[in-house]
């Protein structure tokens, strides 16, 4: 087993203690190791990639290389603010990503969970067949979904996990971001701008 000096992302305490096969043994402060592989996370560390002597980290956004022996590298920590500008016709519309697939949102305060679009999920390669079958009201009537949990999303630079979504048969423009996503922040707004930050 090899061993390499720990590192810090902000005050969180992290090591690459060994390589094991093709998985980075991790300790985040001071746990015990854990074998952790490439796309798979451990405390907010990401393993990108595993070599001989090196594994690759993404900690909020940045990636890093660990080499056995070198002196600590400083990562920092996942982000935690999202500034969004309004439109012309007052909405809030951004780029993002679901389950590492990107998709386009709009803020949607009177929807209670992220709703996506049949055609969006199949693009995105979400497989909503296996959730829980719904019906819900719509300005068009009475509509079929599937509810589920989303692995992923990220809005800006903040990822969140384990989001409830709903999927629609009705073909949708955009991905409404629902109060699933919005309870999870602080939200303020001034004039055209809306400031969320992770609670």
Not at 73 to 88: F, G, I, N, P, W
């Amino acid at each position: 087993m090899l061993f390499a000096a720990p590192l810090r992302a902000n005050a969180q305490a992290v090591a690459l203690s060994g390589v094991l096969g093709s998985k980075a043994l991790l300790v985040v402060d001071g746990s015990a190791p854990r074998a952790v592989a490439a796309g798979e996370e451990h405390k907010g560390v990401q393993v990108v990639s595993v070599g001989r002597e090196e594994a690759v980290v993404l900690v909020g956004g940045e990636r890093r290389m660990l080499r056995l022996g070198e002196s600590p590298v400083s990562l920092r920590s996942a982000a935690t603010r999202v500034v969004l500008q309004a439109d012309a016709r007052g909405h809030f519309i951004n780029q993002g990503r679901i389950n590492g697939k990107a998709m386009q949102y709009m803020v949607d305060t009177g929807a209670s969970a992220v709703a996506i679009g049949q055609n969006d999920a199949d693009r995105m390669g979400i497989r909503y067949r296996s959730g829980q079958p719904v019906q819900m009201q719509t300005a068009n009537g009475v509509a079929q979904g599937w509810r589920l949990r989303l692995d992923s999303v990220h809005i800006g630079d903040v990822e969140l996990r384990g989001v409830d979504a709903i999927v629609t048969q009705q073909p949708m423009p955009l991905v409404l971001l629902g109060n699933s996503v919005l309870t999870q922040f602080n939200m303020t707004r001034s004039g055209n701008e809306m400031v969320l930050e992770k609670r």
